[in-house]
C-alpha cells in the first residue's frame, strides 16, 4: 500500500463563503460569483460560473463571517494568479491580501 504524501506547502481549511470574482487580462473582463470550497495562506479553490483561463490574474472578494467593531460588514480581498480550472471550479494563488469594508470597492 502506497502512501499519499501531501504536497502542498500551505495548511487548507474549508469554508464555505459567497465571493465575486474579476478576471483580469481577459476582454473583456469575465466577472461573476461563486463560493470558496477551501482556503490556504496561499491560495483559494472556489466555484465559478464559467471556466476561467490560466495564469490570467484575479481579484476575489470573500465575504468574511467577522463583523469590524461588531457592525460593520467586512470582505477579504485576494488578489493573484489563476493556477487551473476546470468547468466549474478554480484555485487562484493568493499574491496579496487585505480587508475592506463592504461599501469600500476593490473590483
Not at 461573476?32 to 477551501?38: E, I, P
Not at 468574511?64 to 467586512?74: G, K, Q, T
Request: charged share 20%.
Amino acid at each position: 500500500m502506497g502512501m499519499y504524501l501531501e504536497r502542498r506547502a500551505s495548511q487548507r481549511y474549508s469554508i464555505e463563503r459567497n465571493l465575486r470574482y474579476k478576471m483580469r487580462g481577459v476582454r473583456p473582463a469575465l466577472t461573476g460569483s461563486g463560493t470558496t470550497v477551501n482556503l490556504s495562506s496561499s491560495g483559494v479553490l472556489f466555484t465559478t460560473e464559467q471556466t476561467l483561463p490560466a495564469g490570467k490574474p484575479v481579484v476575489l472578494e470573500i465575504h468574511w463571517p467577522v463583523l469590524l467593531d461588531e457592525s460593520r460588514p467586512l470582505k477579504l480581498v485576494t488578489r493573484g494568479h489563476i493556477v487551473w480550472c476546470d468547468t466549474l471550479t478554480a484555485a487562484m494563488r493568493i499574491e496579496g491580501w487585505e480587508f475592506r469594508t463592504h461599501g469600500a470597492l476593490a473590483l
